[in-house]
C-alpha cells in the first residue's frame, strides 16, 4: 500500500524557516515525483514545486523562487521541503502528493496524499 | 499561468440527483484535465484524469468530459458520501486548481 506520512504541525514567527517532511513507502522511492502543495484557508490549492527522484531534480513555482527548497533522503525515502522568510500569508496546509504514473511519463495528476501539514505563521 | 475557473461556487442537490460540475481553463490544456473530491478535515482524492479516465476505486457514478477548454465532471445519482468540496487541475503546463465547487445538500 503507497503511503506519504507528513511530520507533525508547525508553528513558527515571521521570518523564520520551516522545514516539513514526508516519508514514502509502499513502492520504489526513484520511479515517482513527489509534490508539495499549499491550500491557504479561503484560496484554491496551489502547486509549489517538485523532487524528481530519477535525476535528483527540484523545480519551483515562480512564487515561491528563492524562498523554497526542496530535497530527499534516499536512504530514508524522505522528501523535505524548507520555507524561507515566512510571512503570514504562508499560513496553510502544506501536501506532499505522489504522482500517478512514474518519472518514465510525463508528470501528470497526483493519484497518493500525504495527510497535510499545517504551518502557522504568528508572531 | 493558465486559470481554471469553476462554475457554480455552490451546487445544492438531493440524493438520487444528478451533478454537473463545470471547470474552464484560460487557455487550451488538450485533455490533461483531472478532478478531486476533498472532504473536511482530508487530503484531495483522485476521481478523474486525462478529463475522463476514472481513478483506480472510483465508482462508475462519476464521470468526466470535455477537452481543449471547456471541462465538466457529471455525478449521475449523488449519494450521501459524495457531499464535498470539488477541485479541477489542469497538469497540460506546471500544475494549477480551480478555486473549488462545493457540493451540499439540499
Known amino acids: 500500500e503507497v503511503q506519504l506520512v507528513q511530520s507533525g504541525a508547525e508553528v513558527k514567527p515571521p521570518g523564520a524557516t520551516v522545514k516539513i517532511s514526508c516519508e514514502v513507502s509502499?513502492?520504489?522511492?526513484?520511479?515517482?515525483?513527489i509534490h508539495w502543495f499549499q491550500q491557504a484557508p479561503g484560496k484554491r490549492l496551489e502547486w509549489v514545486g517538485l523532487?524528481?527522484?530519477?535525476?535528483?531534480?527540484?523545480r519551483y513555482a515562480e512564487r515561491f523562487q528563492g524562498r523554497i527548497t526542496i530535497t530527499a533522503d534516499t536512504s530514508t525515502d524522505t522528501v523535505y521541503m524548507d520555507l524561507d522568510s515566512l510571512t503570514s500569508e504562508d499560513t496553510a496546509l502544506y501536501y506532499c502528493?505522489?504522482?500517478?504514473?512514474?518519472?518514465?511519463?510525463?508528470?501528470?495528476?497526483?493519484?497518493?496524499w500525504g495527510q497535510g501539514t499545517l504551518v502557522t505563521v504568528s508572531s | 499561468e493558465i486559470v481554471m475557473t469553476q462554475s457554480p461556487a455552490t451546487l445544492s442537490v438531493s440524493p438520487g440527483e444528478r451533478a454537473t460540475l463545470s471547470c474552464r481553463a484560460s487557455?487550451?490544456?488538450?485533455?490533461?484535465v483531472a478532478w478531486y473530491q476533498q472532504k473536511p478535515g482530508q487530503a484531495p482524492r483522485l476521481l478523474i484524469y486525462?478529463?475522463?479516465a476514472r481513478a483506480t476505486g472510483i465508482p462508475a457514478r462519476f464521470s468526466g468530459s470535455g477537452s481543449q477548454t471547456e471541462f465538466t465532471l457529471t455525478i449521475s445519482s449523488v449519494q450521501s458520501e459524495d457531499f464535498a468540496v470539488y477541485y479541477c487541475?489542469?497538469?497540460?503546463?506546471?500544475?494549477?486548481f480551480g478555486q473549488g465547487t462545493r457540493v451540499d445538500i439540499k
Open positions: 502528493a505522489r504522482d500517478r504514473r512514474p518519472t518514465a511519463y510525463k508528470s501528470g495528476p497526483q493519484a497518493h
Open positions: 509502499g513502492y520504489t522511492f526513484s520511479d515517482y515525483n
Open positions: 523532487f524528481d527522484p530519477e535525476g535528483g531534480e527540484s
Open positions: 487557455q487550451s490544456v488538450s485533455s490533461n
Open positions: 486525462g478529463a475522463s
Open positions: 487541475q489542469q497538469y497540460n503546463t506546471w500544475w494549477t
